[in-house]
């Protein structure tokens, strides 16, 4: 009986690791381009200078598929250098913590968290251990942090908060800048979307020079449902796995939380106009923010002409910002960037069985390139 059991926590976990190791490409990689922009880089929110991501992944038994991921805006002391910030809200099933100060002031003062709904507790006391820690704040009294969820409570034992303090500042600690890890990693393990595996997804956008030659750059934590799109082909339909495909067979809701960075140099109001068209990356695909999704855009400008010194002698600060009329281009690069991001969150996750043996499978990308027709394209 002890070889049996011994042998199924052997078979789970060699599966995990084939899962994990799978070979799969993004998706510009597997030979779609989105959009008409050009990407950064490393077509991620870290070609945004000063932006860092970090991941911690939770994988443990037969239940535990959770995580963290850590967005940094900047490198240092973000409490004492806070940096101009906005969230627009599609559908607000959901529980962001920090959006009412961002909202009242239009300033963020620490790094960014995303999670599993019932971790943002945790994931909040992380967040206010690592920055009440930080060198220059010992009298520090109130910590705004900022934490978004998706709810992964299919393949997670979601209720066992595995995600604890000391994971949050683990991610945050990690936290690089370069090529960003995809797929199911940290806040993106056991999520799904348009009822394959999601997960983690980056890309990005740089202006020409002729229009400043700023950067944006999204994340995304995919876990919501709708009918996939890619490039405008309706590759749910023709995989037979969308929302609605009989009625007594719902599975739209979800969650999508976007991370928009720009070195542009924006106030609070035109970084709310940004974040709303970085969430145009949900229709493009095919979602449409169903009633019970929390859809939400967190957006931040790392510009140094923006950024706000916590305590300075001065009673006034003069900034500069970017003229209204100049900002159409960047809300096509937040549109494209974030589309990308969560294809990127797909084509990048494996299958994953977790929770009460639930299992999601992956997009499978040979069906998808017979869709696509890429061969002739």
């Not at 239009?106 to 507790?121: C, H, K, Q």
């Not at 493009?284 to 999704?293: D, F, H, L, P, V």
């Not at 639930?358 to 990308?365: D, G, Q, R, S, Y």
């Amino acid at each position: 009986m002890k070889c049996i059991k011994f042998l199924s926590l052997f078979l789970l976990a060699l599966g995990v690791v084939l899962m994990a190791s799978e070979e799969r490409l993004r998706v510009r990689e597997f030979g779609i381009k989105i959009g008409i922009m050009e990407p950064g880089e490393w077509n991620a929110i870290t070609d945004v200078e000063g932006v860092k991501v970090g991941h911690v992944t939770l994988i443990e038994g037969d239940n535990v598929r959770t995580g963290v991921t850590a967005i940094l805006p900047l490198d240092g002391n973000i409490y004492q250098e806070m940096v101009p910030g906005a969230i627009y809200v599609a559908n607000g099933y959901g529980k962001l913590m920090g959006y009412t100060q961002i909202e009242e002031l239009g300033l963020i003062e620490t790094p960014i968290i995303l999670t599993d709904t019932l971790s943002v507790p945790n994931a909040a006391n992380g967040v206010i251990t690592y920055t009440l820690d930080l060198p220059g704040n010992e009298r520090v009294g109130s910590v705004n942090a900022v934490v978004g969820e998706t709810n992964c409570g299919y393949l997670n034992d979601i209720r066992g908060r595995h995600v604890k303090e000391e994971h949050v500042i683990e991610a945050i600690k990690k936290a690089e800048s370069g090529p960003v890890e995809e797929g199911c990693v940290g806040a993106g393990t056991g999520t799904q979307c348009f009822r394959w595996k999601g997960g983690i997804g980056t890309a990005s956008r740089k202006l020409p020079e002729s229009r400043g030659g700023y950067t944006v750059g999204v994340l995304v934590q995919t876990n919501f449902g709708g009918i996939l799109q890619i490039n405008g082909y309706p590759v749910g339909v023709n995989l037979s796995k969308y929302s609605f495909q009989r009625d007594v067979e719902i599975a739209a809701d979800g969650s999508c939380m976007i991370v928009c960075a720009t070195d542009a140099p924006l106030d609070s109001r035109n970084l709310k106009r940004l974040a709303k068209r970085a969430l145009l990356g949900i229709p493009r695909t095919g979602g449409y923010y169903s009633n019970g999704s929390g859809d939400y855009c967190i957006a931040f400008s790392t510009a140094k002409e923006v950024r706000v010194p916590r305590d300075s002698e001065e009673r006034t600060q003069k900034i500069e910002v970017l003229r209204n009329r100049h900002m159409s281009a960047l809300f096509l690069a937040a549109a494209e960037a974030s589309e990308e991001a969560i294809l990127n969150s797909m084509f990048k996750a494996t299958s994953m069985q977790g929770f009460r043996g639930h299992k999601v499978e992956a997009l499978p990308l040979d069906k998808v390139r017979e869709i696509m027709k890429l061969e002739n394209r």
